[in-house]
């Protein structure tokens, strides 16, 4: 799509003031796309919305308030990022997470089928899959999700299924695994609180290694689980920089606009990485010695997740660039550094 028929295209971005929602209203903002951010703040951060963007402050449980904003919009397309996403809180919260993910999504959909809003593209998750044999994972595999968070993302999968089948709405699905790292600008990162994600504690302890009050000496990093059968141990991630994550976002968005065929695509980096080995990275990239403990396992973590993205490469023409674990916990470094976290 060149930029000036990006310029065209409005879209609504729910949860574009969290991690990931941020980082894309950025990148869709300066492809040309005319953006409207829709947020509760629940988790995200205002200062995040791109200056660029109209935001509202909406939950997505008003399904009138969402009607009016998509009536008013008249947007080509939804980039759905809002939800809940901690992966331990799902199994002691279900409810939490079937409101937040499925029953205001099901709004956002019916918001968009009444507004005659055709095209969205979904954070969708590898947790879908579970614990699958198969690895590198494909898209074919069978989901089996083994937290609740994973239910409540395929369920939505499911509902975007019926509101294609039924209402004529094409969907992309993107399935991402550990999204991490921050945009190069030094402006967006990483910011959950409470925080849970693996990348983000490490370097909190890396800084509570010089820093005596730092929250790292009252809740030291705990590495979940040692016993699990890989090779050190600890479980296997995928890790991929949120900006190749977001790149194929706005690659997936013109797909969807040009094809309007509904998908589903994994994005990773296709190189599984364990809980120690993305420690001793943070050390080389700190240069400061990491202290944590041992933990007993967290309810919910399979043991590997390594995708296979060769589908989103053949298809959307996708390829990440900032592959290297260093290179995206430097630029988490660098985002957290200057927050002074
Ligand atoms: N971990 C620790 N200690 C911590 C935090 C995490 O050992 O303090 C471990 C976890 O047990 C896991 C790995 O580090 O093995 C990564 O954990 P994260 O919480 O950073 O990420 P998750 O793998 O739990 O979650 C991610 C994505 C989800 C995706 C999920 C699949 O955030 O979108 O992987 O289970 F669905």
Redesign the pocket.
Known sequence: MSLNEASKKAVLVTGGAGYIGSHAVKVLCDSGFTVTVVDNLSAGHLAAVDVRARFEEMDLGDLAGLCDVMERGRFDAVMHFAGS?E?GLSMKEPDLFFRNNVVCGQNLLEAMRRAGCGNIVFSS???VYGSPKQVPIPETARLFPT?Y??VT?MLFEELLKSYEVFYGINYIALR????AGADSSGNLGEAHDPE????P?VLRAAAGGFAADSPAKTAP?????TDYDTPDG??I?DYIHVTDLVKAHVLALDYLLRNGKSDVFNLANGKGFS?RE?ISAAEKVTGKKIPYKDAAR?E???PV?IADCSKAKKVLGWEPVHSSLEEIIASAHKWHSSQNR
């Open positions: 996403i992966v998750t590898a947790a937290n968070y994973g993302k991402y695994f550990n999204a849970t994600h693996l990348i504690l990093l705990k590495i979940f689980g600890t479980c991630r809980v993305v967290r919910g973590d399979p997740l």
